[in-house]
Antibody
């Protein structure tokens, strides 16, 4: 069964740090781009970051650039999100998602598998 | 930055057809996809690359994309289809629409 399981969320003070993890199983992790997507309470989905299969390319939404770092360990089938200088507006459920590559175009267009998410609360 | 606009809410009677739109500049030149999210659950992909259905998604879900508008159509809407629906496209980066709450009443 294809599965993504996030962990590492919790309550952190403004300015603090947190590291999220996503454990992948049931598929060849190293063959897929991966994403982090977040959802603030009562709000819509917001893309956070993407990482290429080998980790050589990383992309971020402007609001987290310089504060968040996406990474992966293909040997451990794991995706990570290091979050520093956290702000109240980073409070959200964070999902990891699998991103298939269209081998015809070499591009990515959608996220086909999502984890259940982990909750991050930034508050004093 | 690129933006996708969805109506906040759509209502439909059971058995009828629901249409949810997603608007963006020259959206038809990109691939659009749609996610369904029920309360307390993770998003589920229901349409990708404009009109393709993942395995396990009922045939009543269909999609189209042309000009500036992508449309998710649910034919013969059922009570279980009540959910939030999000469109998404890939411009320079990933972009989500604001979401549409579908009410089946």
């Amino acid at each position: 069964e294809v599965q993504l399981v996030e962990s590492g969320g919790g309550l952190v003070q403004p300015g603090g740090s947190l590291r999220l993890s996503c454990a992948a199983s049931g598929f060849t992790f190293s063959s897929y781009w991966m994403s982090w997507v977040r959802q603030a309470p009562g709000k819509g989905l917001e893309w956070v970051a993407n990482i290429k299969q080998d980790g050589s390319e990383k992309y971020y939404v402007d609001s987290v650039k310089g504060r968040f770092t996406i990474s992966r360990d293909n040997a451990k089938n794991s995706l990570y999100l290091q979050m520093n200088s956290l702000r109240a507006e980073d409070t959200a459920v964070y999902y990891c998602a699998r991103v298939p590559i269209d081998y015809g175009s070499g591009k990515t267009y959608y996220m086909d598998v999502w984890g259940k998410g982990t909750t991050v609360t930034v508050s004093s | 930055s690129y933006e996708l606009t969805q109506p906040p809410s759509v209502s439909v009677s059971p058995g009828q057809t629901a249409s949810i739109t997603c608007s963006g500049d020259k959206l038809g030149d990109k691939y659009a996809c749609w996610y369904q999210q029920k309360p307390g659950q993770s998003p589920v992909l229901v349409i990708y690359q404009d009109s393709k259905r993942p395995s396990g998604i009922p045939e009543r879900f269909s999609g189209s994309n042309s000009g500036n508008t992508a449309t998710l159509t649910i034919s013969g809407t059922q009570a279980m289809d009540e959910a939030d629906y999000y469109c998404q496209a890939w411009d320079r980066d990933v972009v989500f629409g604001g979401g549409t709450k579908l009410t089946v009443l």
